[in-house]
């Protein structure tokens, strides 16, 4: 669900039975910065679209998508280095995460 609030928070998750729901804020510089631009690009008509344009803006727009998914991984690495033991606390996250993370890429782009 997208929503917005004032606040640092990317994400917020309420666990309600077996279900998880996700509001997303709108408001976080990953939203309102780099994944409106590459929503802008993917929802471009290709027809209407100077090619000469498109790939400069593309490259530029590919580099700085490359820099946000860099520093989000950091800052995943940073939040859970806050921790007094994060091996135990988040070690089972991480593999969780990681497996997850690999299933949906691989569903979501199968035959791309």
């Known amino acids: 669900m997208d929503s917005t609030w004032p606040g640092k928070e990317l994400l917020d998750i309420t666990h309600l039975n077996s279900r998880a729901i996700v ?3 709108q408001q976080h510089p990953l939203l309102s910065g780099i994944y409106s631009e590459l929503k802008a690009l993917a929802d471009r008509d290709p027809k209407e679209v100077d090619p000469a344009d498109a790939v400069e803006d593309a490259v ?3 580099r700085k998508a490359k820099v946000t998914i860099d520093l989000l991984l950091m800052a995943y690495v940073k ?8 091996e135990e606390d988040y070690g089972e996250l ?9 299933t949906y890429l691989r569903e979501a782009f199968k035959g791309a």
Not at 80 to 86: A, D, I, L, Q, V
Not at 94 to 102: E, K, L, N, T, V
Request: glycine share 8%; hydrophobic share 35%.
């Open 23 to 25: 509001r997303i804020n």
């Open 60 to 62: 530029k727009l590919a």
């Open 79 to 86: 939040a859970e280095s806050m921790g007094s033991s994060p």
């Open 94 to 102: 991480r593999s969780d995460w990681g497996r997850f993370a690999s």
